[in-house]
């Protein structure tokens, strides 16, 4: 079904995926009704008609990763530097993390990561933000095995050249794109503000603007709303926007481990393990990596139960247990050695220490906004996907939002368009559903294919990513796809 | 005015009267038409650097104080986006509701002066009047006596100005297309919106253009992508096509 998926996220199919038109039929009668309850209650409310009622051309809900980014792009380009936009971030302040000052120690790491694409990073180059990460690891090959049998796969650059990635912590690429964000003029930012409720326009009047009211109580009227208020996105639960999601009944425990000895440390490592999920290292710094393992919720419980001694040994063995295999899976492992030939495979490094109380956990789960777009409305991040972390590709698909929503907006203002203009917004969901929907259901597609441990499945699976590892084309797709 | 000396063309006025009261509903046709507004905007701005008229055609006001004359600007779609972007415009459509559809749409504020008249009575009743650009886009191929269309528009352009026309072809793909598809397949236009012997050559525009003392400056074809929505650029002019020439001393 998934491989379904991502063949018909490929067709030129316009705004509407086939998947999508299915799912927006669905809740077109829901929209519908919810528009016509909006038009009667709230419709007619322009900057002018009442006094307490602020205007700003955009207002962004959300100051995570990807809605402060979004308020630096639109805040820093040439063609809104004439324009208003508000920021509404729900906690008092940015976590962030600065670079150490005179005579500190360098400030420990914090425990959530990203591997950041080159596609993201080049845009974060463009917003100036980049110049202010001050640590951070360059990832310059993935391996990828399978704990059930030989098959591995290795994806770099040509001569590991340029890095498939770069792994930065959470909190130093937002101390990174907050700092760039004070120097802009236009953006104002509410802090300890949340969007309670909005209006938008009724399908007749399309042209109205559209009503926010904080949870302050204040009122806004804008031209464009921008929902980057996460998975749990109110924005788009007022847009009436259908929402595939499934929840993986999996946790990701998250950590910062010490390695047992200075190594180059510029691979990440993932493995399939049986056990509910990929165990995954992201380097940070020579010594220093960083955890993402997702597995069943009962032995995520075990696991943070131990002390933490017995976590470590935990995780080197996960990374390094041998599991028995059935004659099969053994004899297909030998037949791809006899058609690739036997080639080294990398090994691991091993863990000595973990860094105390860096253990977290979060839950993981699929999500799908059938609409990214409506009248006066764009939802970008987690708002309007999510994705299981062993791509890798969360933070990367909502940067790649907001760059494509900053071009089709610079677009749309350069050829004497009102923002906010449904058809032009249209583009921004066509080109992101495509790009996003293929890279969301092939990691889906990858989470189940490696939940299985029937014998056959198995023994396809290795096939098949031998195949992947001895095609260059085929992993030059890949990592296109994900360098995005 | 006697009857030969007049663009109107009986024939077409009922069809855009009633088109007006739904025109700013962006579905069918006028969606077609609005969509039109990325390119021909672009092309535009590409005319008005080319020939010296603005500087620089970035940021978000490039046209700021250029005066242009939109004629048969309908419900003003392409009217609005040019005074978004800084221009001076003056909107003359025929049709009384377009002008009323085009006044009751503009945000106050907006840098829009809508007449409803026509291009040769504009002329009569504003002698002198001198604009940076005229254009009139999907408009001659309704009109009666293009030619005379043609001498009127020049005579409001100043020298150097330009005068920017887009409309459709008169060949068996263009009446595939304008006619078969869009107006009897379909719907999405009215039949008898576009007939087939008042669509225009670009030869016989560039005749015109060169009688009116405008040089023929740049020509070239545009299509329609459907599944993006977009209009494009292409070196065929058999469909649809644009052209903008420079009023000469």
């Known amino acids: 079904m998934a491989v379904l998926l991502a063949a018909l996220g490929k067709t030129p199919g316009g705004h509407q995926l086939i998947v999508n038109s299915l799912l927006k039929g669905i809740c077109v009668r829901k929209a519908l009704l919810n528009s016509r309850l909006l038009s009667t209650s709230g419709s007619g409310t322009d900057a002018g008609d009442h006094g307490s009622t602020e205007f700003y051309d955009i207002v962004i809900a959300g100051g995570g990763l990807v809605g402060t980014s979004c308020a630096v792009a639109l805040g820093r380009s040439q063609m809104f530097t004439d324009k208003r936009i508000l920021l509404l971030e729900t906690s008092k302040s940015f976590t962030t993390l600065e670079s150490k000052k005179e005579g500190e120690d360098e400030p420990k790491f914090s425990n959530r990561v990203y591997a950041i694409s080159p596609g993201s990073k080049s845009f974060m180059e463009k917003l100036g933000a980049w110049k202010h990460v001050w640590r951070s690891q360059e990832v310059l090959s993935m391996q990828v095995w399978d704990a059930l049998s030989d098959a591995n796969v290795t994806f770099a650059n040509p001569g590991y050249s340029d890095p498939v990635a770069v792994v930065v912590e959470s909190a130093v690429l937002s101390h990174a794109v907050e700092k760039q964000l004070q120097g802009v003029g236009n953006v104002t930012t509410e802090f300890g503000c949340s969007l309670q409720d909005c209006t938008f326009p009724s399908i007749s009047n399309p042209e109205e603007k559209a009503t926010v009211v904080l949870s302050n109580g204040k009122s806004i009227s804008t031209d464009l709303v921008i929902g980057a208020d996460g998975f749990k996105s109110r924005v788009r639960h007022l847009m009436g926007s259908a929402y595939l999601n499934g929840n993986y009944d999996r946790i990701a425990i998250v950590a910062t481990l010490k390695l047992i000895e200075k190594t180059e440390n510029n691979i990440a490592w993932q493995r399939f393990l049986p056990t509910g999920g990929p165990i995954a290292l992201l380097p940070l710094s020579s010594e220093y990596s960083s955890l993402v393992w997702s597995t069943t919720p009962e032995n995520a419980k075990q696991l943070m139960n131990l002390s933490e001694d017995d976590f470590v040994d935990e995780v080197n063995s996960a990374l390094w247990k041998e599991y028995p295999r059935s004659t099969l899976v053994q004899r297909s492992c030998e037949f791809i050695s006899s058609v690739q030939g036997r080639k080294p495979r990398l090994l691991p490094p091993s863990m000595s220490d973990i860094v105390p109380n860096s253990r977290a956990t979060f839950p993981l789960g699929f999500g799908h906004s059938a609409y990214y777009v409506n009248r006066r409305v764009a939802l970008i991040g987690d708002a309007a996907h999510r994705v299981h972390p062993l791509g890798g590709q969360g933070l990367n698909l909502g940067i790649g939002d907001v760059a494509c929503l900053l071009k089709v907006l610079e677009t749309s203002t350069s050829v004497g368009e009102h923002l906010g203009n449904l058809e032009r917004l249209k583009h921004y969901e066509t080109e992101r559903q495509r790009h996003n929907v293929v890279v969301q259901t092939g990691v889906d597609f990858l989470h189940r294919l490696y939940s299985f441990d029937f014998s056959p499945v198995v023994a396809a699976r290795s096939i098949g990513l031998s195949i992947v590892d001895s095609s260059d084309v085929l992993k030059k797709c890949i990592v296109a796809q994900a360098s995005a | ?249």
């Open chain 2, 1 to 249: 005015m006697d009857k030969s000396a007049s663009t109107i063309c009986e024939s077409q006025q009922e069809i855009w009267s009633g088109v007006a009261n739904s025109a700013w509903n962006l579905n069918g046709a006028m969606g077609l038409l609005h969509s039109m507004n990325t390119l021909r905007t672009t092309l535009l701005l590409e005319g008005l650097t080319e020939s010296g008229i603005i500087t620089n055609k970035e940021g978000t006001r490039p046209l700021e104080g250029v005066r242009i004359l939109d004629i048969g600007c309908g419900v003003g779609f392409w009217s609005e986006a040019l005074a978004q972007l800084g221009a001076n415009v003056t909107g003359v459509d025929s049709v009384m509701e377009n002008i009323k559809a085009a006044e009751a749409h503009m945000a106050p504020g907006m840098n829009i002066n809508y007449d409803c008249t026509t291009v040769e009575d504009y002329l009569r009743d504003h002698p002198g009047a001198q604009f940076d650009a005229v254009v009139a886009s999907e408009v001659i191929e309704h009109v009666e006596n293009p030619e005379l269309f043609v001498s009127c528009a020049s005579k409001l352009i100043k020298v150097g100005g330009i005068f920017f026309v887009t409309t459709i072809n008169r060949t068996v793909f263009s009446w595939c297309v304008a006619i078969l598809l869009l107006e009897y397949i379909l719907g999405i236009a009215e039949v008898g919106t576009h007939p087939y012997n008042k669509l225009l050559t670009p030869t016989e525009v560039e005749n015109w253009f060169s009688r009116a003392s405008i040089e023929p400056k740049y020509l070239t074809g545009q299509f329609y992508n459907p599944i993006t929505k977009n209009w494009f650029r292409i070196s065929s002019t058999q469909v649809f096509w644009v052209m903008y020439g420079v009023k000469k001393a």
